[in-house]
T-cell receptor, first 113, second 111 residues
Framework: EAQVTQNPRYLITVTGKKLTVTCSQNMNHEYMSWYRQDPGLGLRQIYYSMNVEVTDKGDVPEGYKVSRKEKRNFPLILESPSPNQTSLYFC????????????FGQGTRLTVV | QQPVQSPQAVILREGEDAVINCSSSKALYSVHWYRQKHGEAPVFLMILLKGGEQKGHEKISASFNEKKQQSSLYLTASQLSYSGTYFCGTRKANSGYALNFGKGTSLLVTP
């Protein structure tokens, strides 16, 4: 089954404790991206990647890092999480040049206390 | 950089029609529409490309006015299953692969 898998689904952590949210897709897609969703603000893009070793900042990259060492994986790293990073995070992937359907993961609800 | 969606929210009775609008201040290459149900991931509905090509849903239609940088999503004869939040995402011309989503339009269809 074609899917984007994020882990964990829920995470509560403390300020400053490094964490990684994993994202994996099984569709051989070149394009992957991370979004955060906050009430009233919609989906805001954090980072995206056009292929292995090619990443670029989205609209809200501060406080986040990504890497794309393999085509199927695109982890999101929070080196020193802060409470303002409490949010619902989605990973998405698509083929081609971004003008095809994007498949979203099920989301990771992160709470930083 | 986010596109602007209107209305913010709409309530319909089953069978009624609705239009959701999306506009951008920048020249657009494509417009993408997604629907998200509460607690779930966004699901693809449609893509409208510059030049008129459309890819997507059979029962939902949309338009893309390239000159005005606007798109509209038309939901006709709404069903209860249409309830959710609708997002438009826009790709600007010459922007690489960045896809910017609007804040969403909440749609509730009642019996």
């Amino acid at each position: 089954e074609a899917q984007v898998t994020q882990n964990p689904r829920y995470l509560i952590t403390v300020t400053g404790k490094k964490l990684t949210v994993t994202c994996s897709q099984n569709m051989n897609h070149e394009y992957m991206s991370w979004y955060r969703q906050d009430p009233g603000l919609g989906l805001r893009q954090i980072y995206y990647s056009m292929n292995v070793e090619v990443t670029d900042k989205g609209d809200v990259p501060e406080g986040y890092k990504v890497s794309r060492k393999e085509k199927r994986n695109f982890p999101l790293i929070l080196e020193s999480p802060s409470p303002n990073q409490t949010s619902l995070y989605f990973c998405a992937s698509s083929s081609g040049q971004g003008n095809t359907e994007a498949f979203f993961g099920q989301g990771t609800r992160l709470t930083v206390v | 950089q986010q596109p602007v969606q209107s209305p913010q929210a709409v309530i319909l009775r089953e069978g009624e029609d609705a239009v959701i609008n999306c506009s951008s201040s920048k020249a657009l290459y494509s417009v993408h529409w997604y629907r998200q149900k509460h607690g779930e991931a966004p699901v693809f509905l449609m893509i409208l490309l510059k030049g008129g090509e459309q890819k997507g849903h059979e029962k939902i239609s949309a338009s893309f006015n390239e000159k005005k940088q606007q798109s509209s999503l038309y939901l006709t004869a709404s069903q209860l299953s249409y309830s959710g939040t609708y997002f438009c995402g826009t790709r600007k011309a010459n922007s690489g692969y960045a896809l910017n989503f609007g804040k969403g339009t909440s749609l509730l269809v009642t019996p």
